[in-house]
């Protein structure tokens, strides 16, 4: 996948408001503001990779450190996540 292209993913999330990052080619990340939790996307199955999130914001990602980087809306909190 290049940069600007469209990618549609499908998997279970009843809550919706996502927001995504493409990390590693074939992975993604996806924080669920509802669903408050980060999944991870691999070979076109979904799983929780971090739970219990209250309302993760726009998720970022630092490939110089491979870290996660969740900042809470209402929290004025950043929470950064490492392998």
């Given at each position: ?8 993913l499908r998997f ?9 990052e493409n ?6 990340l996806i924080s669920s503001?509802a669903g408050?939790?980060?999944f991870?996307?691999?070979?076109g199955a979904?799983s929780v ?13 630092d490939a110089?450190?491979?870290?996660l ?15």
């Amino acid at each position: 996948m290049q940069w600007g292209e469209t990618c549609h993913l499908r998997f279970d999330d009843p809550e919706g408001q996502l927001q995504g990052e493409n990390p590693k080619e074939g992975v993604y990340l996806i924080s669920s503001w509802a669903g408050r939790c980060v999944f991870v996307v691999k070979d076109g199955a979904a799983s929780v990779a971090i739970p219990n999130l209250a309302e993760p914001a726009d998720i970022g990602y630092d490939a110089k450190r491979d870290r996660l980087l969740v900042p809470y809306f209402k929290l004025n909190k950043l929470d950064v996540y490492h392998p």
